[in-house]
Nanobody, 118 residues
């Protein structure tokens, strides 16, 4: 079983910053490979915000490039993934989900709400 526990969401004014954290643990065979952060606004699909591939390559959505930074720490079946979000915009308002790939299966956190207000 793979568990993901997110924290760090909240409500901030436009231009502010937040840091999301995701604690990932797995008690089954195999290792955690790719990780990422996705977000979903009401009435919209869940989209990739930032991700770290198995080979370490980092990818960002165009809308957050230069403002958000994803990072990870840990090895194998225990890792922490962060998303540093700076210069937040009202359009960044959404529920943010942590994602981890383990054994070619994607696992998801419960989501944390980020609200950016004027």
């Amino acid at each position: 079983q793979v568990q993901l526990l997110e924290s760090g969401g909240g409500s901030v004014p436009a231009g502010g910053s937040l840091r999301l954290s995701c604690e990932i643990s797995a008690n089954i065979g195999g290792v955690i490979t790719a990780v990422g952060w996705y977000r979903q606004a009401p009435g919209k699909q869940r989209d990739l915000v930032a991700g770290i591939a198995t080979d370490g390559n980092v990818k960002y959505s165009d809308s957050v490039k230069g403002r958000f930074t994803i990072s990870r720490d840990g090895l194998y079946n225990t890792q922490t993934v962060w998303l540093q979000m700076n210069n937040l915009k009202i359009d960044d308002t959404a529920t943010y989900y942590c994602q981890a790939e383990h054994g070619f299966t994607n696992y998801w956190g419960q989501g944390t709400q980020v609200t950016v207000h004027a």
